[in-house]
């Protein structure tokens, strides 16, 4: 197992496609509902705690070996918003790419040629991870540092925030974020013998309701 490849998954740098999206925080900003350190604290506080919990899950379980093709089935399953379920396709296909060129595996392989169009990006994670010999734990940390280190750089830009509050606000969340993934990682163990159903399905209806809005903008900073 190499921490470093960890790191190069969590890496904002690494060519996934990743810095094109805000993780929701461009209409939330645009609602005012985020306007400042504080109010973009508790949006990714919140999103930690079901987008990212339920993301976590589906990278761990992929790390874990549960099967990839059932994975994106259930993926879509805890996706509702259908610019949501395109979003994360398209950024799977773009993972996909990376990883497949960092971190060469049949399975990698497998998956991109059952889902052309791409599979939802945690399960590419996953996969990537399990080639990268990382633990299912590991899987989970990246997925749920993603989904609020995403929003807190977007935020930077939108806002005009200093990129030191935002990272602060990233380093109090941290033990929370630990507790995602560890809550995440023990579900996709679970899965493997019990069922995907063990899997999270936490849920953030007004993520849902901002996605499919922000979807229509003809003009946007960010893809989603």
């Known amino acids: 197992m190499?921490?470093?490849?960890?790191?190069?998954?969590?890496?904002?740098?690494?060519?996934?496609?990743?810095?094109?999206?805000?993780?929701?925080?461009?209409?939330?900003?645009?609602?005012?509902?985020?306007h400042d350190t504080d109010s973009l604290e508790a949006f990714c506080r919140g999103r930690l705690h079901t987008a990212g919990l339920t993301a976590a899950g589906l990278a761990a379980a992929a790390t874990a070996g549960c099967d990839p093709l059932l994975l994106d089935t259930a993926a879509d399953a805890r996706t509702p918003a259908p610019a949501l379920r395109a979003v994360a396709r398209r950024l799977g296909r773009q993972m996909m790419?990376?990883?497949?060129?960092?971190?060469?595996?049949?399975?990698?392989?497998?998956?991109?040629a059952a889902r052309p169009q791409g599979a939802h990006q945690p399960i590419v994670l996953g996969l990537a991870a399990r080639a990268a010999g990382l633990a299912p734990v590991d899987a989970a940390h990246a997925a749920a540092y993603e989904n609020i280190g995403g929003p807190a750089t977007a935020a930077v830009r939108l806002l005009s925030l200093d990129p030191l509050d935002a990272?602060?606000?990233?380093?109090?969340?941290?033990?929370?974020?630990?507790?995602?993934?560890?809550?995440?990682?023990?579900?996709?163990?679970?899965?493997?013998?019990?069922?995907?159903?063990?899997?999270?399905?936490?849920?953030?209806?007004?993520?849902?309701?901002?996605?499919?809005q922000h979807a229509a903008w003809t003009v946007r900073l960010f893809a989603s």
């Open 97 to 112: 790419r990376a990883a497949r060129a960092t971190f060469p595996s049949a399975e990698l392989d497998q998956l991109a």
């Open 167 to 212: 990272s602060g606000l990233l380093a109090r969340l941290g033990r929370q974020t630990d507790d995602v993934a560890q809550t995440a990682a023990d579900a996709a163990i679970r899965a493997v013998t019990e069922g995907l159903d063990a899997l999270p399905s936490a849920s953030s209806p007004l993520l849902d309701i901002t996605a499919q």
């Open 2 to 34: 190499s921490r470093a490849a960890l790191l190069l998954l969590a890496d904002g740098r690494f060519p996934a496609g990743g810095h094109a999206h805000s993780g929701g925080i461009e209409a939330a900003v645009a609602h005012k509902a985020v």
